[in-house]
């Protein structure tokens, strides 16, 4: 199931303590013969591990995700879209003449898309032969899957346009809108309110193994992933009609594959699954759709309390760089990140908040596109750290990286980064005060 959220870290290295002396500070009235120093330090160890999340709910998300896309190190990710279709209205009369012109399958993006949108794209279209039900618990995930006929209604190349409002129309058998057309116009009971959605079940958009080589999201809505039959009723004038076969968006959803040959998480299993980052090429990982986030522990925080009577953390961020060579054009770096609380058992608590205490912080993208090395994301953690230090035991806290729910259910954003001994190496860099009497 899709956890309430999801977390993943890797292992840095231990704290060696770089320090700037102010020799004049002092703390006070409160303390006699006493003295401060101020010291920053960004060598404090970080422990990074990858975290899979068992089953992303994809059901009711109003999107339908279809395509593959190769990942440089993660390996390959694609996505079916089942489109179960509600009951349409029908109103022409039994005793007019009505004759079939066609019937469109008709998508149309909403903007995102990961992967080489300049080649062609080939998607083949199947008739489900199983009725799409939801779960006891009221959803479908992204391993949910149901049975359809293994031969194509029709197989369909373009060349993707994601940035533009253009509808893709895809032409569905004569002889399928056909056998649809009499049934409503004879009032057959097959169709009927009751028992439509046990006649026809949907379609399902699958992508060709060879010939895709992007992952796109298209809208749904009543009239958006909508199945359209056209006919006329014949009479002395043009009188040209149509069918709008909505999709289901409750029952609607996408499943996703990942194909792992060839990447360092080809050994590990399915579920249940943690991988330390020194496994992983010194790297971390976030990867919606899949559901990959990281979890990030500092073990040796406490260690700087043992530099003095009395220690105060000042200031606290965490960068995080992205690898370099795992975004581009054409699989750019999210927007937002977040960063979630998390107890000894992993259960969430709270996220990090902004300076003000009252909405979540979004780790804020600092972009370099001279020397890509230079980019990375930033969260302030001082709150975090200032209540983290002197905790032991069970009340110890991680914080988990991650999406929102929106992004790990409805795209394919993802982001590598390195872990404390990769190349561009994940930091937290702490100012923090120390007393010492004397």
């Known amino acids: 199931m899709y956890k309430p959220l999801f977390f993943v870290c890797l292992a840095l290295l231990s704290s060696v303590l770089l320090s700037c002396y102010n020799d004049k500070n002092t703390f006070g009235d409160k303390w006699v013969n006493s003295e401060l120093r101020n010291i920053s330090m960004d060598t404090s160890t970080i422990i990074t591990t990858a975290v899979l999340i068992d089953s992303l709910e994809t059901s009711g998300k109003h999107v339908v995700l279809a395509g593959k896309y190769t990942h440089p190190v993660w390996g390959n990710v694609s996505a079916t879209g089942y489109i179960p279709y ?3 209205s029908y109103s022409t009369e039994s005793n007019e003449t009505v ?3 066609s019937l469109m399958l008709v998508l149309s993006c909403n903007k995102t898309f990961v992967g080489d949108t300049t080649l062609q794209q080939k998607y083949a279209i199947h ?3 199983e009725k799409i039900v939801l779960n006891e618990n009221g959803y479908l995930y992204n391993n949910s899957s149901f049975a359809y006929d293994p031969d194509p209604l029709a197989v369909y190349s373009f060349l993707p346009r994601p ?5 893709i129309e895809i032409r569905l058998p004569d002889n399928l809108g056909k ?5 409503f116009h004879n009032h057959d009971e097959v169709v009927a309110e009751n028992h ?3 006649y026809f079940k949907g379609l399902v ?3 060709d193994e060879q010939q895709c080589h992007s992952l796109l999201g298209f809208q749904v809505k009543d009239s958006l992933s909508a199945m359209i039959l056209y006919y006329h009723i014949e009479s002395a004038y043009e009188n040209h009609q149509k069918i709008v076969f909505s999709p289901n968006k409750e029952t609607q959803f996408n499943k996703l594959k990942h194909d792992r040959k060839n990447t360092p998480m080809e050994p590990y299993p399915w579920t249940d699954l943690e991988i330390p980052s020194a ?3 010194n790297k971390g990982i976030l990867f919606s759709g899949i559901g990959w986030y990281t979890r990030l522990e500092f073990p040796y925080l406490n260690n700087i309390m043992e530099q003095g009577e009395y220690v105060h953390i000042e200031q606290a961020i965490l960068k995080i760089y992205p690898e370099v060579g795992t975004y581009s054009d054409y699989n750019v770096l999210p927007d937002s990140i977040f960063l979630y609380i998390a107890d000894e058992n992993n259960v969430v608590t709270d996220a990090v908040k902004d300076y003000l205490g009252d909405e979540e912080q979004s780790g804020k993208l600092i972009k370099d596109d001279l020397f890509f090395g230079n980019t990375y994301y930033y969260f302030d953690v001082s709150q975090f750290m200032q209540k983290e230090l002197g905790a032991a035991g069970k009340n110890k806290h991680n914080l988990q990286l991650v999406f929102n729910s929106d992004d790990y259910t409805k795209t394919l954003k993802n982001m590598t980064f390195s872990d404390s001994n990769g190349q561009f190496p994940i930091t937290l860099q702490l100012n923090y005060k120390i007393y010492e009497s004397y």
């Open 163 to 167: 940035n533009t409002s253009e509808k």
């Open 99 to 101: 004759q079939f012109d």
């Open 205 to 207: 958009i699958v992508p």
């Open 179 to 183: 056998d649809l057309l009499n049934r």
């Open 279 to 281: 496994k992983l090429g």
């Open 86 to 88: 509600l009951r349409p």
């Open 196 to 198: 439509f959605e046990d």
């Open 127 to 129: 008739l489900l032969t």
